[in-house]
């Protein structure tokens, strides 16, 4: 029997679903700005907590509040897997 394969997420994909909830271009801010500044919020960041729990992330809402960037983000994620 093989084990389950980890869940992957790339920096792009990260981006890309964070665009998605903001209305914007994946290009249009910078890893490590303030999403908060840009709009985000709580509604938009429990649907994107609940995207990542459900491909097999561990990180939730309060997890992924505390540093509402991009690259904290990824980092967090790569370590919940």
């Keep these: 029997m093989t084990a389950p394969l ?3 997420l790339s920096l792009e994909q990260l981006r890309s679903d964070v665009a ?3 209305a914007e271009e994946p290009g249009s801010f ?3 700005e303030n999403l908060i500044d840009l709009g985000l919020d709580s509604i938009r960041l429990m649907s994107l907590a609940t ?3 459900e491909a097999g ?3 939730g809402y ?3 509040a ?3 960037t991009v690259a904290a983000w990824f980092d967090l994620l790569e370590g919940k897997r």
């Design 62 to 64: 309060l997890d992924l």
């Design 51 to 53: 995207r990542w729990r």
């Design 20 to 22: 998605e909830v903001l």
């Design 6 to 8: 980890s869940p992957s």
């Design 30 to 32: 910078a890893d490590d």
């Design 57 to 59: 992330f561990e990180a």
């Design 66 to 68: 505390q540093e509402p």
